[in-house]
Nanobody, 124 residues
Framework: QVQLVESGGGLVHSGGSLRLSCAAS????????MDWYRQTPGKERELVAT???????KYADPVKGRFTISRDNAQNTMDLQMNNLKPEDTAVYYC??????????????????WGQGTQVTVSS
């Protein structure tokens, strides 16, 4: 079973920076696409950034030029460097990953896993 653990959230003033990290653990799995999402109360979870297993990245328009997503495939980790933070970036941030594995029977198994979320608060 694959698990994701996030770290790095906190409180920062507008214009400041934070770095979020996400670590995957488990056995017999391969991590494919990894994503960062965020959610504020009363709103749907929104995609912030995504990175493929070969390093191709995409960003939501509100964070382009300010956030950078990266990953270390050898360590099964992913980071989100957030610069020039704004109050509207305040949210709970979740990491997510698509994973695949081969069962002992030889059958493929796939799934999506989510982290527990980490709070990011940007004060004005």
């Amino acid at each position: 079973q694959v698990q994701l653990v996030e770290s790095g959230g906190g409180l920062v003033h507008s214009g400041g920076s934070l770095r979020l990290s996400c670590a995957a653990s488990g056995t017999r799995f391969r991590i494919n696409d990894m994503d960062w999402y965020r959610q504020t109360p009363g709103k749907e979870r929104e995609l912030v950034a995504t990175i493929s297993s070969w390093g191709s990245t995409k960003y939501a328009d509100p964070v382009k030029g300010r956030f950078t997503i990266s990953r270390d495939n050898a360590q099964n980790t992913m980071d989100l460097q957030m610069n020039n933070l704004k109050p509207e970036d305040t949210a709970v941030y979740y990491c997510s990953a698509d994973w695949s594995a081969v069962l002992p029977t030889g059958e493929p198994e796939v799934g999506r896993v989510w982290g527990q979320g980490t709070q990011v608060t940007v004060s004005s």
